[in-house]
């Protein structure tokens, strides 16, 4: 079982950048495909990106492409989701997500462990 703690959220204004991090509790971090979501107040949860145990494999949901990078480090058993020109839609709870194997990721169900989460808020 891996423990997954989520960090970098807060208060941005629209256009401004906001790096994500996910944590693992120990070097298994290293073994597990990561996805993040989002949710907002009222709405379901959704995928946001993915990125396989390795990092040779990425994929974003289309309302973040080109704008959201997701990487990792096993070394320091971290993921990271690099979020550029926020938008108020982008406002939500954050989470990380730990897949055991590989399945399809951008379903919620498909993943073992989950985080607390961390809030993002983009003000006008």
């Known amino acids: 079982q891996v423990q997954l703690v989520e960090s970098g959220g807060g208060l941005v204004q629209t256009g401004a950048s906001r790096r994500l991090s996910c944590a693992g509790s120990?070097?298994?971090?290293?073994?597990?495909?990561i996805g993040w979501f989002r949710q907002a107040p009222g709405k379901e949860r959704e995928f946001v990106a993915y990125?396989?145990?390795?990092?040779?494999?990425?994929d974003y949901a289309d309302f973040v492409k080109g704008r959201f990078t997701i990487s990792r480090n096993n070394a320091e058993n971290t993921v990271f989701l690099q979020m550029n020109s926020l938008k108020p839609e982008d406002t939500a709870m954050y989470y990380c997500?730990?897949?055991?194997?590989?399945?399809?990721?951008?379903?919620?169900?498909?993943?073992?462990?989950w985080g607390q989460g961390t809030q993002v808020t983009v003000s006008l």
């Open positions: 120990d070097s298994a971090f290293s073994i597990y495909n």
């Open positions: 990125i396989n145990w390795g990092g040779a494999r990425t």
């Open positions: 997500a730990a897949q055991a194997r590989e399945s399809n990721y951008y379903e919620a169900r498909t993943y073992d462990f």
